[in-house]
């Protein structure tokens, strides 16, 4: 177990609608990351948040948007949904040290759109 | 940016065999080079690491090598065992920067045959 959980594990919705996807870091950990794995495809990454401030921008769709609460558990928020969405959304957290920062991944939230 | 090229994709080998998947990387400023296990269904694991002020790093059967002036890398299992079948992903991180800088490789789908 990493520490980071994410819920909901299953999503299942329709064209045009729009969800959440909800993480809480490890205990201790500042940083968020929302990634995209797409079937068979590698690690997208989204957006980072770092003690509640947007951090990093990566290949995020602008209906698509995100938010870390003071108690540093983060919402990715997926509106307009089309049938392309449908991925497992990853978080995963970290924290600054000495060295390079580690991520760890939550289980992933399993969005199907139909 | 940074860009990272993994192979090969899939990789099949006899249980009890040696499986090596290699990356390269298009930033000589990138120091920090991780590997990834996701099993099936499962979150992204940190399975291993290296800076580029080493050049080997082992862990029981698995070890990685960096070849600073190639600009590659490796991950090398020794002994495999049905339980090292899943997808692995390398990655590489530039100095001093948060993890929203790591950027991923492709992956290499690795299957054990009994």
């Known amino acids: 177990d990493s520490g980071v959980t994410q819920t909901p594990k299953h999503l299942i919705t329709a064209t045009g609608q729009r969800v959440t996807l909800r993480c809480s870091p490890r205990s201790g950990d500042l940083s968020v990351y929302w990634y995209q794995q797409s079937l068979d495809q590698g690690l997208q990454f989204l957006i980072q948040y770092y003690n509640g401030e947007e951090r990093a921008k990566g290949n995020i769709l602008e209906r698509f948007s995100a938010q870390q609460f003071p108690d540093l558990h983060s919402e990715l928020n997926l509106s307009s949904l089309e049938l392309g969405d449908s991925a497992l959304y990853f978080c995963?957290?970290?924290?600054?040290?000495?060295?390079?920062?580690?991520?760890?991944f939550g289980s992933g939230t399993q969005l199907s759109v139909l | 940016g940074e860009n990272v090229e993994q192979h090969p994709s899939t990789l099949s080998v006899q249980e009890g065999d040696s499986a090596v998947i290699k990356c390269t990387y298009s930033d000589s400023a990138s120091n920090y080079f991780p590997w990834y296990k996701q099993e099936l269904g499962k979150r992204p694991q940190l399975i291993i690491d290296?800076?580029?002020?080493?050049g080997e790093k082992k862990d029981q059967r698995i070890a990685v090598t960096l070849n600073k002036t190639a600009k590659h890398f490796s991950l090398h299992i020794t002994e495999t065992q049905p339980e090292d079948s899943a997808v692995y992903f390398c990655?590489?991180?530039?100095?001093?920067?948060?993890?929203?800088?790591?950027?991923f490789g492709s992956g290499t789908r690795l299957s054990i045959r009994p």
């Open positions: 290296i800076r580029s002020n080493v």
């Open positions: 995963a957290s970290s924290s600054p040290g000495t060295g390079p920062e580690k991520l760890f």
């Open positions: 990655a590489a991180s530039l100095p001093y920067s948060s993890a929203s800088k790591i950027i």
